[in-house]
């Protein structure tokens, strides 16, 4: 089954650049969307179409795509920014059309 | 604001059947741009989608869950519903139902969520 892999952590200290990787054969022809998940809450979209942000997501965040691998930034991290992070997109041939990244817990020292 | 609200039993006895329902507010479900989703993370782990459900009651299933998932839609209600055959404790997980948006690959992401409930697989 195709999968997407993410860094099980990333650790910034505030006011500094968290990058978020993705990795997946099939990013190239699919496009990625980014969850944000604080404990206890349900995940909210921060990116979608690779690097799309939709309204009330701050401007902070942003996405990026190249070749096999898609990364979710996040410019002068703030405490609030603490969370889980999911990369979701697609394999290419139609069999998985949902696929999750197994998440990214960002710390923020 | 379009609102989600799940509801369901959280407790279910092993080779039972899990049912959820969730029911759409501020917005109608049979709007026709929207695919309305199933989406479980066991505690401490991560997503794994379902399937979705369109307002005239085609359906999509997450391969690995196909034999056992059916989803289904009550317009006059708002409302779609989930139903998990032959659960075991692997099942044990809190489920989100979510609004979905298909890109022009046909893959949907999604935009609202509910808070989620969490399902409880035991005897």
């Known amino acids: 089954s195709y999968e997407l892999t993410q860094p099980p952590s990333v650790s910034v200290s505030p006011g500094q650049t968290a990058r978020i990787t993705c990795s997946g054969d099939?990013?190239?022809?699919?496009?990625a969307y980014w969850y944000q998940q604080k404990p206890g809450q349900a995940p909210v979209l921060v990116i979608y179409k690779d690097s799309e942000r939709p309204s009330g997501i701050p401007e902070r965040f942003s996405g990026s795509s190249s070749g096999t691998t898609v990364t979710l930034t996040i410019s002068g991290v703030q405490a609030e920014d603490e969370a889980d992070y999911y990369c979701?997109?697609?394999?290419?041939?139609?069999?998985?059309?949902?696929?999750f990244g197994g998440g990214t817990k960002l710390t923020v020292l | 604001q379009v609102q989600l609200q799940e509801s369901g039993p959280g407790l279910v006895k092993p080779s039972q059947t899990l049912s959820l329902t969730c029911t759409v507010s501020g917005g109608s479900i049979s709007s026709g741009d929207y695919y309305w989703s199933w989406i479980r993370q066991p505690p401490g782990k991560g997503l794994e989608w379902i399937g979705y459900i369109y307002y005239s009651g085609s359906t999509y299933y997450n391969p690995s869950l196909k034999s056992r998932v059916t989803i289904s839609v009550d317009t006059s209600k708002n409302q779609f519903s989930l139903k998990l055959s032959s659960v075991t404790a692997a099942d044990t997980a809190v489920y989100y139902c979510?609004?979905?948006?298909?890109?022009?690959?046909?893959?949907?992401?999604?935009?609202?969520w509910g808070q989620g409930t969490l399902v409880t697989v035991s005897s």
């Open positions: 099939a990013l190239p022809k699919q496009y």
């Open positions: 979701q997109s697609a394999d290419s041939s139609g069999t998985s059309p949902v696929v």
């Open positions: 979510a609004r979905g948006i298909l890109d022009t690959a046909m893959v949907p992401y999604f935009d609202y």
